[in-house]
């Protein structure tokens, strides 16, 4: 197993590009309505994350506190220069950690079109590189330490629009990320500890909650490297990269098995069949409120899966979800049922499920 | 840039923008120096997509790599003739919007070809035929007069194709200027001309760009209105434009996508950006069957002076011995100026005995306000009777930057006493015959 560990902490000091305090919002403010696009990023790529956020047509609503947000923030201002307090306490950061401080710090956009940055993008530059945390199991390499501006807090959804307050944009945070050097949960929690030690130790960085993040990414042999965001809890650093490697391990195994059972490559057709006729005048709630807006049924046949829907990945999650998930982010699918689950669950009738079984030719 | 003992150094190893290099150790595309920093320091992206600056020593190993970066053209959209869709034509100036920012080199490609745009902005597609066209490619603070006469033959070629409406994409910073220029020079107009552009850049998001544009060629395509305009954000919110009349539209702010407002009147329409639909606020002029002729005659001896306190002789000097023939003073309140000495110094007496040479020279000068918002009235106090006395003509609270672009015009294309006599006149709407109580005169709407 490797792992690799990321930490956001925030700074204590003023925003990164205005003259903002990082403070959290308080009496009143405006409330702005924005849309995004896709636009083409550094290298004139449209990337594809990007553009599939744009094709869900999402609206923001951004609450801009006046005490703790300004026009930089609702981009409406050009950012000022970055603050000098918060790069020294980023060095003070780099030095601790070993790490060579960069001759001219860059700034550059990562894109982020999920709305948490009004601009589409969030501003990051390396300050410092190839640094080192010693451990009790060796050293593990730290190759980038940056600086870059906090996103804004999500408030929930109002109107069909994702809300966020802008109190929490642009405040400073330093990355420290680490090569995939760490070999277990037990190590990762090590690395996590002593990090967030030596930020501490600077007396410049924010303390309570939400002022620190971890990212973990964790790769199995055989399996793909994952990445597990916003980790706040430090006690549950060992346990999720435990987690994390065992749906590594199950996911490895439904493949064995599928390869198996097809007698090599897994192809099945990934034919999709309308149903929707069948639900027409069904008892499902579920089913009768999609067709009323419109929303169409299908279905597809997947021979050879029968009971691997329900073996259980990681805990109270089975492979069903997980393609469940798949299909929601990639496909705008509200949601999969699938034969290995009681559908009278969903209120669908024998008689219904016996059609679609004929529609699809289930055996 | 980079210092010239860089770029010898890269250009010795045959390294351009794009490239991938090995410096001191580390590898990526060597990345085009911005203006700001320090040009000893060598730019570039490494594999994991930041950007890195590395201070160059005299010596220093410098390798070139196989793997140069080459931006990616945009994927074009094929774009179908509707017959049942107008016709607009987009015709570009050099602004910002619909461009796209070149990061190897720091430029920025205008996009301004139908299909380029069709392509940034595929909503256009649905709303009309989009002809795109590029005038001319200049950042509007350098526009010059003879820009504004392109700008004006482009426009009737179009209308004379049989274009329903025209857009032109413009910068920001004079688009104000160039509204109240062509609504001078496009007389008879039967058809909207809107011009518009955006705030924030392009290349983010969040540009109001794509909005501006689907607003304006949508009230392009489908109003019923003659007439040049300004569509741009009526709000900060992404959910309708305003379409501003050309001659009392102003920008009034650096950097906010709300940033032009309608002085002194309501703007004229609002597009809504979900859904397009167009809600005239108030009377305004239709589309008609006229001929269309342009008046493109442009003086360019017109000057425009903001007075302020302590100012001196020598700037108002040079008008009349440069040979001004116009000249527009942005005054104080309701068109005053410095013009009355005491025994501190006679500066302002001297002030004032020059204008009034310059005015008896044969320069038409007239007085607009900086206050922006309001009449002028020189009949009120004293100062303002003496100046009209001296020759200024009331500007008749036209805004400062139309008084200038009127006056070029007028002295373009009249003699100079029917240029005199139409200062007062209202030509394009330039001039608001009574302005209305309004709670909050800067809200616009």
Redesign the interface.
């Known amino acids: 197993m490797k792992v690799g560990i990321e930490i956001h902490q925030r700074l204590d000091a003023g925003k990164l590009f205005c003259n903002c305090p990082s403070v959290p919002a308080e009496g009143d403010g405006?409330s702005?309505?924005?849309?995004?696009?896709?636009?083409?990023g550094?290298?004139?790529?449209i990337d594809a994350a990007?553009a599939q956020e744009f094709v869900r047509k999402r609206q923001f609503l951004y609450e801009a506190p006046m005490n703790a947000s300004c026009?930089v923030e609702?981009?409406?201002?050009?950012p000022h220069d970055m603050n000098p307090t918060a790069i020294d306490i980023a060095v003070e950061i780099c030095l601790l950690l070993e790490a060579k401080v960069?001759?001219?710090?860059?700034?550059?956009r990562?894109?982020v079109?999920d709305g948490s940055n009004?601009?589409?993008?969030q501003r990051?530059?390396?300050v410092g590189?190839d640094g080192k945390l010693r451990t009790s199991r060796g050293e593990v390499g730290i190759p980038?330490i940056?600086i870059e501006e906090e996103s804004s807090g999500i408030l929930g959804e109002e109107g069909g629009a994702a809300k966020f307050c802008l109190d929490r944009l642009g405040m400073p945070l330093i990355e420290i990320a680490t090569d995939p050097t760490i070999v277990d949960g037990e190590h990762a929690q090590e690395v996590a500890e002593k990090l967030g030690g030596i930020l501490r130790t600077t007396g410049k960085v924010q303390r309570g909650i939400g002022t620190i993040r971890q990212d973990l990414n964790v790769s199995t042999e055989g399996g793909a490297r994952v990445e597990i965001k916003g980790a706040q809890e430090l006690k549950l650093i060992g346990k999720m990269v435990e987690n994390e490697a065992r749906r590594q391990k199950t996911l490895m195994g439904i493949r064995e098995e599928l390869e198996k059972r097809f007698g090599g490559k897994v192809d099945f057709g990934y034919q999709a069949v309308d149903l929707t006729t069948i639900f027409e005048n069904t008892g499902s709630k579920l089913f009768k409120g999609a067709i009323g807006k419109g929303h169409r049924i299908f279905g597809m046949r997947m021979p050879k899966f029968k009971g691997l829907l329900g073996t259980e990945v990681g805990e109270g999650r089975r492979f069903g979800t997980e393609l469940s998930d798949y299909a929601k982010m990639n496909a705008g699918v509200a949601g999969i049922m699938h034969s290995d689950e009681d559908l009278s669950k969903y209120g669908i009738s024998e008689k219904e499920a016996r059609e679609a079984e004929m529609k699809l030719s289930l055996e | 840039m980079y210092s010239h003992k860089v770029s010898e150094r890269l250009k010795g190893f045959g390294i351009t923008v794009g490239d991938r290099i090995r410096v001191s150790g580390k590898e990526g595309s060597l990345m085009p120096k911005p203006e700001t920093g320090d040009p000893d320091c060598i730019v570039i992206k490494l594999d994991n997509g930041y950007n890195v600056g590395i201070h160059y020593e005299e010596g220093m190993a410098i390798e070139k790599l196989e793997g140069r970066v080459e931006l990616e053209k945009l994927a074009q959209k094929e774009i179908k003739f509707d017959d049942r869709k107008p016709v607009v034509a987009i015709l570009s100036t050099g602004g910002t919007i619909a461009s796209r920012v070149d990061y190897r080199t720091g430029g920025v490609i205008p996009a301004f070809s139908a299909a380029d745009l069709v392509s940034a902005v595929p909503e256009l597609a649905n709303i009309a035929n989009i002809k795109g066209k590029s005038v001319m490619n200049v950042f509007s603070e350098n526009i010059r007069p003879e820009h504004y006469k392109y700008m004006a033959g482009a426009v009737a070629s179009e209308i004379a194709e049989g274009a329903a409406g025209v857009v032109i994409l413009h910068g920001t910073d004079t688009m104000h200027y160039t509204s109240s220029m062509l609504s001078f020079m496009l007389r008879d107009l039967p058809v909207p001309v809107v011009i518009l552009g955006a705030q924030r850049s392009s290349d983010r998001g969040s540009s109001d760009a794509a909005m501006n544009l689907i607003c304006g060629v949508n009230f392009a395509a489908h109003a019923d209105y003659s007439g040049v305009v300004v569509c741009m954000h009526g709000t900060l919110d992404d959910k309708f434009c305003h379409i501003h009349s050309g001659t009392r539209v102003r920008k009034m702010h650096t950097s906010r996508r709300d940033a032009f407002k309608s002085i002194d009147m309501k703007p004229i329409a609002r597009v809504d950006y979900e859904g397009g639909k167009i809600d005239f606020i108030g009377e305004h002029p239709k589309r008609g069957h006229l001929e269309l002729s342009v008046a493109s005659g442009l003086e360019s001896k017109v000057g425009l002076l903001k007075v302020y306190p302590g100012m001196r002789l020598e700037q108002v000097a040079l008008f009349r011995e440069k040979g001004y023939n116009g000249l527009v003073i942005e005054g104080t309140g309701l068109g005053h100026m410095p013009m009355k000495g005491d025994e501190s110094s006679d500066e302002n007496d001297r002030i004032f005995n020059e204008i009034r040479g310059l005015a008896e020279s044969g320069c038409l000068v007239v007085m607009t306000s900086q206050c922006i918002y309001g009449n002028v009235n020189m009949n009120v106090y004293g100062p303002g009777r003496d100046l009209q006395k001296a020759g200024v003509i009331s500007g008749q609270g036209m805004l400062p930057e139309v008084a200038y672009t009127k006056l070029m015009w007028l002295l373009g294309n009249y003699e100079k006493e029917k240029a005199k006599a139409m200062v007062s006149q209202n030509v394009a709407g330039e001039i608001v015959e009574r302005r209305e109580v309004a709670p909050d005169f800067e809200k616009g709407e």
């Open positions: 405006a702005i309505y924005r849309r995004q696009r896709a636009v083409a550094e290298l004139g790529k990007a026009l609702s981009d409406d201002e050009p960069v001759d001219e710090v860059q700034v550059m990562k894109t079109i009004t601009g589409g993008f990051t530059s390396i590189l980038v940056c």
